[in-house]
């Protein structure tokens, strides 16, 4: 078995951001590492993080102005979710979370992760990272969870939209895509993968994130030129997006100050009501408001 590769903590130094966000803002995507000798981080993931607990995110979150967040179950932690669980079942009804299961759960578990505060399953098209999943399992799955209200999360390469919207447009569920599809902004904002993204997001059961600005940048922090890509979502469905830190982010190419992160969201916005919109209004539907 091949050795998972270390990977690079966060910035410990998160400036303090001069946008103030509203009360109820939400990060909608970030994630709990370990602590290793607590949750175990699966045996078969193809890297290794440092320790990033919940006390640590809860840290960031307080310094940021953030009060609610969703924590994406990470692919290091493989279908072990006892690290996810944990850190909503301490967060006074603040946190709710993805998950990330095999294929033959039962029933019993998905009701179990529900009440747990899991609204979605992720599934990880990002073929350098792990085994593709095949269609008809997520086919099965989106019909599966469609009754407790859940949605399915995509994590995929911008050079693969083309060939999975087929598949997220036939789905009875709400999809949820990660990073605005992982698109190049060296390639520019008339780009093909671009231009299918938003034509998706035409459709009523379509979401993005707008986060990954460090991902979708081909230049330094502050990552100005994922904007344009950001602010085009916006305008196309800005009841659908969604924002998050994506702390500690695991296998960026430049690591992002948070602080820094969210004055940049504050680019992707200037309007108080869509600011609101995107960090209260639009998780609330996704997660809080699904009983």
Same mark, same amino acid.
């Given at each position: ?14 400036? =303090? ?13 970030? /994630? ?21 607990? =919940? ?7 307080? /310094? ?8 994406? /179950?990470?692919?290091?932690? !493989?279908?072990? %979710? ?10 006074? !009804?603040?946190?709710? !979370?993805?998950? %990330? #299961? ?24 990002? =073929?350098?990272? *792990?085994?593709?999943?095949?269609? *008809? ?32 447009? *036939?789905?009875? #569920? ?5 990073? %605005?599809?992982?698109? =190049? ?15 998706? %997001? ?49 296998? #960026? ?13 504050? *680019? ?11 960090? #209260? ?11």
């Amino acid at each position: 078995m091949t050795t998972p590769k270390m990977i690079a903590g966060p910035d410990q130094n998160p400036v =303090k951001p001069s946008l103030v966000l509203p009360e109820g803002a939400c990060d909608s995507h970030c /994630h709990i590492f370990g602590p290793g000798d607590i949750f175990p981080y699966h045996p078969n993931r193809s890297y290794t993080p440092p320790d990033a607990g =919940k006390e640590t995110l809860k840290a960031l979150h307080d /310094h940021l102005g953030i009060s609610r967040a969703v924590i994406v /179950h990470a692919s290091c932690h !493989g279908p072990y %979710m006892d690290a996810t669980l944990d850190a909503i079942a301490s967060s006074n !009804g603040n946190y709710r !979370g993805t998950a %990330m #299961v095999e294929k033959d759960v039962s029933d019993a578990e998905l009701r179990r992760l529900h009440e747990g505060g899991i609204r979605a399953v992720r599934f990880n098209f990002v =073929k350098h990272l *792990e085994s593709v999943p095949d269609p *008809e399992e997520v086919r099965r799955m989106a019909d599966r969870v469609k009754e407790m209200g859940w949605h399915l999360v995509v994590h995929l390469d911008a050079v693969d939209i083309d060939e999975l919207s087929p598949l997220l447009l *036939e789905l009875p #569920v709400p999809f949820l895509i990660d990073h %605005m599809a992982r698109v =190049k902004a060296s390639e520019g904002i008339d780009q093909p993968a671009f231009k299918t993204l938003l034509d998706l %997001m035409g459709h009523e059961n379509a979401w993005v994130k707008i986060c990954g600005g460090e991902r979708v940048s081909s230049q330094d922090a502050p990552f100005h030129d994922a904007i344009p890509f950001a602010q085009a979502l916006i305008a196309a469905a800005p009841t659908r997006v969604l924002w998050g830190t994506d702390f500690p982010h695991p296998n #960026v190419r430049i690591m992002p100050n948070d602080g820094e992160l969210v004055n940049l969201f504050g *680019e992707y916005t200037s309007d108080p009501a869509v600011q609101k919109q995107i960090l #209260v209004g639009n998780p609330s539907t996704l997660y809080f408001d699904v009983n």
